[in-house]
């Protein structure tokens, strides 16, 4: 036993670490000096170290998601809406499995993610424990890297390699995995400091490139606006270039978000998502500026190319793998879209000379026809206003009047999406995102992530009937976070995209006998309403037209989460 006065001496000892603390704790401090406000997840037993750590950082927000899926969307709405990496932790190999969908989604639209996921004890793995897997094999197909932490010590050096690669090009998301053993050792290693990397690389060759365009005739050049201009906060930058070429405008195929403006007069809607008729509207022009990797993406295959012969591609992208990747170019430069844009802005005026005028003038035509291409769009959806069921045209005409110019869009309802865009009315180019990666699930909860990424602001979710039904978890979210989210479910009781695509192959025997199976969401219907109120949501069904904006506005207008239920029409 200790005397008084041992004990007395132990107690004067000084500490001699005094920064003696877990990798969990670590791993928090790292995080918090990224920058990092959210850390979205669903925690099982091997994250408890990372959730006990947690109590001491109140500076740093878990968002709770009910299902694994969710909380990757969750992550990815918000880096994409926040301009920075979202952080993500997922619970071993059964989490991480749930999560791949939308990690596929995030590898595809190149969203920079740090995803994590607590792993066993590393001195537990020889006798194969419960939830043991090789997280890093599984994570790999969505990932730019995957690696396990091995050592407490390699925590910051890991992380912040993790954020810098997450950043750099292409962004994607990048996995760590996170065994107990290594969250719960003692150390007191310093966090390491964090690096300023300048990646606004411009462009060689602007000289050239300004030169072929000056050689292209006024008219005869057309703009791909690729998803990678959000990336890189390049729509103001895009605008001039347009301007100065006169050259119309138009959105990928399959976009992530519309980078542009679409109230600017030389905004021409998206490219279609079929080879033949991305081709046809490429007839029209001797060249094409792509701006961002993979704009022309098709669904289904057909024998035609998407790049008509006589069509030139020019390329601009941070990514060289996107460049002359699929089409031959005749130049392509690799480098960052803001700087080098705003440099080739500079060196355009001089090389396009006397057509400078005729380019201007291209600028008031495009101004007369877009203005008559939006009468020929609202006659159309007045024409249906009274249908005796909403059609997605009235649907999506009236969502848009409601939403206006200056609210966020998560969009994940295919059966109004192309008639959305044709209403879009905005110059904020960062209002709307779609699904790019394909995989359902994603919309719902990546809402959540935009409104978090913009300071807790109203965001619009529209979202099919069949694809809230992949991650409606997300509604439980959103009411324990109080955002305000308004989530509009465009209800045709059926798998629409599924039965048009088919209806496009006369052969079929389904087509033939009108028979689709597995593509009717009927017998019994679904209840969107008590699905909501059961996790706290407050929900409404809308069956007439004329209900539709002021039930959205009123939605908008309360700040706090909602849903909205629109009964539509199959359409065609």
């Known amino acids: 036993m200790l005397t ?198 411009v462009a060689g060759s602007l000289d050239r490139l300004a030169e072929q365009f000056a050689a292209v005739a006024p008219g005869r050049l057309l703009i791909i606006a690729g998803d990678e201009i959000h990336a890189s906060n390049a729509a103001a930058e895009v605008v001039t270039v347009a301007e100065l070429l006169g050259a119309p405008v138009y959105g990928s195929s399959w976009p992530a978000r519309i980078p542009y403006p679409t109230s600017h007069p030389l905004w021409g809607g998206n490219l279609p998502s079929n080879a033949d008729s991305i081709a046809h509207v490429l007839s029209d022009y001797d060249a094409v500026f792509a701006l961002g990797g993979k704009s022309l993406i098709t669904v289904l295959y057909t024998e035609t190319s998407a790049v008509p012969p006589g069509c030139a591609v020019y390329q601009m992208s941070s990514d060289v793998r996107d460049l002359g990747r699929t089409y031959p170019t005749r130049l392509s430069v690799v480098g960052d879209l803001k700087a080098s844009l705003g440099a080739l802005a500079l060196i355009l005026p001089p090389a396009l000379g006397d057509s400078a005028a005729a380019r201007a003038n291209l600028v008031q035509a495009a101004a007369t026809r877009r203005a008559q291409t939006r009468r020929q769009h609202a006659e159309a959806a007045a024409a249906e206003f009274d249908a005796p069921i909403i059609t997605p045209q009235v649907a999506a005409r009236e969502a848009a009047r409601a939403i206006g110019p200056d609210i966020a869009i998560v969009d994940e309802a295919i059966a109004t999406s192309l008639h959305l865009r044709a209403f879009l009315d905005s110059p904020w180019p960062r209002q709307y995102s779609f699904l790019r990666g394909g995989c359902l699930g994603w919309g719902m909860p990546a809402a959540i992530g935009c409104s978090l990424g913009l300071g807790r602001e109203p965001v619009i979710s529209l979202v099919g009937d069949g694809a809230a039904l992949y991650s409606p978890q997300a509604l439980w979210t959103a009411a324990h976070e109080r955002l305000p989210v308004t989530f509009v479910v465009m209800n045709n009781r059926e798998y629409n995209v599924l039965k048009n695509f088919m209806r496009a192959q006369p052969a079929y025997a389904s087509v033939r006998r009108n028979r689709f199976i597995a593509m009717d969401l009927v017998d019994p219907a679904i209840d969107y309403q008590s699905l909501a109120h059961s996790m706290g949501v407050p929900a409404l069904r809308i069956e007439r037209a004329a209900d539709i904006a002021p039930t959205i506005e009123a939605g908008i207008a309360s700040r706090l989460p909602n849903l909205i239920e629109i009964i539509i029409s199959a359409g065609p």
Do not use: C
Request: no cysteine.
């Open 4 to 201: 008084p006065l041992a004990n007395a001496e132990s107690t004067m000892r000084p500490n001699l670490r005094p920064n003696l603390r877990r990798g969990a704790d670590l791993l928090l401090e790292t995080l918090h000096s990224e920058g990092v406000e959210y850390i979205f997840g669903n925690p099982g037993t091997t994250e408890l170290p990372l959730m006990d750590a947690l109590v001491e950082k109140p500076e740093l927000h878990y968002v709770l998601a009910l299902q694994e899926a969710s909380a990757v969307a969750m992550a990815d709405g918000y880096a994409q809406a926040a301009g920075r990496p979202g952080f993500l932790n997922l619970h071993t190999a059964g989490g991480l499995g749930n999560g791949m969908g939308n990690l596929l989604n995030a590898s595809v639209s190149q969203t920079p993610l740090v995803v994590t996921a607590g792993q066993q004890d590393s001195r537990h793995s020889l006798t194969d424990p419960l939830l043991y897997g090789d997280l890093v094999r599984i994570a790999a197909p969505a990932m730019k890297w995957a690696h396990e932490v091995t050592n407490v010590s390699q925590l910051p050096v890991l992380v912040r390699r993790a954020f810098n690669d997450a950043r750099a090009a292409p962004t994607g998301p990048v996995f760590l995995s996170l065994p107990m053993d290594v969250m719960e050792a003692m150390t007191d290693i310093p966090v390491t400091a964090h690096s300023v990397v300048d990646r606004a690389a």
